[in-house]
């Protein structure tokens, strides 16, 4: 507890946008965010006071920083599973805990668990060679998609094979000098119409708050535009979808956010992947919902009753900045004067990122009735901000 505030204090371990912005969303909670940060200059550092500079996977760092916690959360999903336990063996109160949280650390076993659940997930088996891969290629059909068990996101970690030809130099070649430390699961490509993220709170009481149902927009395996809700979706798809994620966030016992990234195959809503933290796929909710997901995190994890989900306009749309490749010399400081004297209505989120190719570097937000025009207005702020021209 903070004796200066009287309010409790929670820890986020990893300093990146999505504890800076749990840090925004704690400011008008009058709570204190304590943030394990592995450099002063990540985005959370330069803006919490109360940081300590540590490395995820050192146990000591971790247990040092949790003393300070009343509740102990994550900014990303890599913390060892141990450390977890020893966290919670020393006494710390961490939320989501290992044994669910290992379901958005492993694919494979994510598979297995909701496979086990009858939940709906596109065919996949194992693989540890190429004989494996071309097994379930010719039962399935070509292409297939390879994955990492662990650690893959933003496109990292997953090949698109098109034939047993091609299984091991691209698997191997992928994989670096030593393919055989990392572990393979292989998914039937999923013919896709569109993909889905269905975003739920859930407290430890037990008591679950949902978002609307969005579409997210991919490129080259990086989110570039959230819209919510999701256009054309019938109410019963996304209350099916809803109901999903509720059913997975209670089964898997998951404490604090839960997204689930959803296949749309036009048939059927398959489960793509988990994530148990704030999501890329619900910053739409920070001008768009009445209540962020930050501050639904901090609530959920602090075991407060859930704030209201609905949406503050008809529609929202999100869309990433990405670091720019075409080598303007404009300034980001530049980059903003135009882009807000283009776009005065939609918001800005920048987070404190160095500059690089690709990298997701902020995010903007725009509101309206007309979805083509929030789309365009959100895709030319996002320009700007990326490129230095609309």
Known sequence: MDTRTGLPVVGMIGGGQLARMTHQAAIAL???LRVLAASPDDGAALVAADTMIGAHTDLDALLAFAKECDVVTFDHEHVPGDHIRALVAAGAVVRPGADALLHAQDKRVMRERLSGLGVPVPRWAPVRSADDLAEFGSRVG???VVKA???GYDGRGVWVVGSPAEAPSRTVASLGDKPAAVNLIVEEKVPLVRELAAVVARSPFGQVAVYP????VQEDGICVEVIAPAPGLSDERAVRAQNLAIRIATELDVVGLLAVELFDTGVDLLVNELAMRPHNSAHWTIEGARTSQFEQHLR?????PMGDTSLTAPVVVMANVLGGTNGNPMTIDERLHHMFAAEPGVKVHLYGKQVRPGRKIGHVTALGDD???VRASAARAA????EGFS
């Open 149 to 151: 068990e662990r650690g």
């Open 383 to 386: 320009k700007w901000l990326s």
């Open 30 to 32: 009058g709570q204190s």
């Open 371 to 373: 979805l083509s025009s």
């Open 213 to 216: 149902v969005v579409e997210t």
């Open 142 to 144: 070509w292409p297939v």
């Open 300 to 304: 959920a994890v602090l075991d407060y």
